[in-house]
Every structure is written in structure tokens, then in C-alpha cells.
């Protein structure tokens, strides 16, 4: 079989489906492009997908460098683990267009010592749980503009469908029972515009390279009153790699992928602290499992941050998948 044949057959039972942009705290979050880990594909029919990201975010950092703490008056914020589990739904009507649902869960713990004043010891931890249904997307793809079908473009919405707000409290410690912060809620209580665009190429035999794009903005926020009111910012993500498939059942992969977000807005947020670029290197690889089952794991590995404020920030992070084409 050719590279070219064996190309195809994987493509065509491999999901297309959006990335992920999940918010844990600021401008941490998993930038892994689901698209490309699973594969591009223009077959017919429908596709299901489970996806799990894990998060911890237990490292301080500010601009491009970790700190040991904050200037008084600073929020001193300890840890955030947070995790995804989210179930996708793909409709594929023809090779030219692709509709993707995508419903996430979110399980999040979260704690910090408060306000920082170095002239008095640290106070207990607040802690906050909370695990509930997050901000569901729906992204349409048209991918008819070559022959080749290998060159995409999207637009979708993201729902207010996660709670926000004041919907998950502080459950101990000096700060019980009062709510956690608007970017660390399950869902962000705006509806947002995603517009995106993608390419894939096979540049030998055995390899593919491939570069995506997405633009997310919020064009209505129910939170919306004066004094009340909370608007996440602008995130910008873009993903390069390279996959190697010289076997149909074996494909590893390298990522790199890149992430711009712009402070939150309104009396809500902490506009001072949730505002920066990350860029992420992301090996791993996607495995046949079966016939129409295809799975995928990769670690990402941040290289670089410049953070406003100051941000919680993961070491690493996780995700696995699953797909299946029927």
C-alpha cells in the first residue's frame, strides 16, 4: 500500500473535530488541537467522540518567569485542578461540510490564602468544588474551496450553557460561602463567535503537516449590568505539527501551539490578572484500536509564557480521546 493510499484510508475514519479551548484560570488552559490529533476527515457519516484534559495549575508566574509569591495586596491564589470531560457529536454530510456538538463537564477544585498582607501569617485556605456542565460549542466546517479537500474554514457559537456567576461558592475557609471568581466558574454566561480556519498537507510518503487557527469573541454576556457585569476576553489560538504515518494503526505526532488571551472585562473580573500568550509543545500519538475506534494521548509541555499579573500556571498537561465512525 502507498503512502498516499494508506493516508487516505486513515483520514477516512479519523474525526474532525474543533479544538478544545478550556478556560481553568486566566490564560492557562489545554491549546491541544483535537483536529489534528484525531485527523482531518471529508468522509460521510456520523462520529462520535469522548475527550478528558486534566489541568493542574499549582505553579506561580508572572511575565515570562515563576515567582515565589505577591506584592501586598495581590490575591495569593494556591492551586487550580481542573477537568474536562467532554462528548462530541460529528455530522459529516458530505465532504464538503462538517458540524461538530461539542458538551463538556467540568470538575474543578480550587483554593487560595486570599489577599496578600506580608505583615500578618497566612490565613487557612479557601476552597471551592464544584462539578457540573460547562459551555457547549457548535462548529460548522466548509472544506469544499480545493479539490483536495484539505483546506477548511469555521464558524461557530459557544452557548452559556455552564453556570456563571454567582453559581458555585467557596465551600470552606475565611471565604465560604462566597462566590468564586467569574473566570473560574464552570461557564462564562456569554455567547461567543468562533471563526476558524485549517490546512493539512502530506509533504512525503510517510509525512503530513498541518497548521490551524481559531478566533473566539464574546458578542453578548448576560452578565451585563453596571457593577455586575463580566465579559471574557478575546482568545486567539494557533496550532502547527507534524505527523508521521508510516503505519495506519500507529501515527505520532508533534504539536506546537500557541495561545493569546486578552484580559477579562467588567467589575466582575480580575482584569489585572487574566491576560497573556502561552506556547505549548505537545508530543503524542494516536492509536487504531479497532476498525472504526481510533484513540489518542498527548502531554503538553509549556515553553513559553508571558503572563500579566500574576497567574497559576501548569507544569503539564494531559489529554486522551476517542472516536468512533459510524
Same mark, same amino acid.
Given at each position: ?7 487516505? %484510508?486513515? #483520514? ?7 479544538? %478544545? ?20 476527515? #471529508? ?5 462520535? @467522540? ?24 495581590? /490575591?495569593? /491564589?494556591? !492551586?487550580? *485542578? ?5 462528548? +462530541? =457529536?460529528?455530522?459529516?454530510? @458530505? ?29 487557612? =485556605?479557601? /476552597?471551592?468544588?464544584?462539578?457540573? *456542565? ?9 472544506? +469544499? &474551496? =480545493? ?6 474554514l469555521q464558524l461557530g457559537l459557544k452557548l452559556p450553557t455552564g453556570q456563571y456567576g454567582t453559581s458555585v461558592n467557596f465551600s470552606s475557609g475565611p471565604s465560604a460561602g462566597t462566590p468564586l471568581d467569574a473566570s473560574l466558574q464552570p461557564g462564562t454566561g456569554?455567547? !461567543?463567535?468562533?471563526?476558524? #480556519? ?11 503537516? $498541518? ?17 455586575? !457585569? $463580566? ?13 508521521? /504515518? ?12 500557541? &495561545? ?57 498537561? $494531559? ?8
Open positions: 500500500m502507498t503512502g498516499s493510499v494508506k493516508r487516505s %484510508a486513515l #483520514a477516512g475514519v479519523l474525526l474532525s473535530i474543533a479544538p %478544545a479551548s478550556a478556560w481553568a484560570c486566566a490564560t492557562c488552559g489545554c491549546t491541544l488541537s483535537a483536529d489534528a490529533a484525531m485527523g482531518y476527515s #471529508a468522509i460521510a457519516g456520523w462520529r462520535f @467522540s469522548y475527550l478528558y484534559d486534566y489541568i493542574h495549575q499549582d505553579t506561580l508566574r508572572s511575565g515570562t518567569h515563576s515567582v515565589s509569591g505577591v506584592p501586598d495586596g495581590n /490575591e495569593l /491564589e494556591h !492551586d487550580t *485542578l481542573s477537568q474536562y470531560l467532554t462528548a +462530541g =457529536l460529528s455530522y459529516t454530510p @458530505s465532504s464538503s461540510w462538517n458540524f461538530d456538538l461539542r458538551v463538556p463537564y467540568v470538575i474543578r477544585t480550587h483554593s487560595t490564602y486570599g489577599t496578600f498582607d506580608s505583615t500578618q501569617p497566612l490565613p487557612e =485556605l479557601s /476552597e471551592s468544588r464544584s462539578s457540573s *456542565l460547562g459551555d457547549i460549542r457548535i462548529v460548522g466546517s466548509y472544506q +469544499g &474551496l =480545493l479539490p483536495t479537500h484539505n483546506l477548511g456569554s455567547t !461567543d463567535v468562533i471563526v476558524g #480556519a485549517y490546512y493539512y498537507q502530506a509533504i512525503s510518503q510517510d509525512f503530513d503537516v $498541518f497548521a490551524n487557527g481559531q478566533f473566539q469573541s464574546a458578542v453578548k454576556h448576560k452578565q451585563d449590568q453596571p457593577g455586575n !457585569d $463580566f465579559r471574557p476576553g478575546n482568545s486567539t489560538t494557533v496550532s502547527v505539527g507534524l505527523r508521521y /504515518e508510516g503505519s495506519p494503526r500507529w501515527v505520532p505526532q508533534l504539536q506546537l501551539n500557541a &495561545l493569546h488571551r486578552a484580559a477579562d472585562q467588567g467589575a466582575l473580573a480580575d482584569t489585572e490578572n487574566t491576560a497573556g500568550t502561552v506556547v505549548y509543545v505537545s508530543p503524542g500519538i494516536t492509536a487504531q484500536v479497532a476498525r472504526h475506534l481510533h484513540a489518542y494521548g498527548f502531554v503538553q509541555v509549556p515553553v513559553h509564557s508571558n503572563l500579566s499579573g500574576y497567574q497559576l500556571f501548569p507544569r503539564r498537561t $494531559f489529554s486522551v480521546g476517542a472516536s468512533y465512525a459510524f
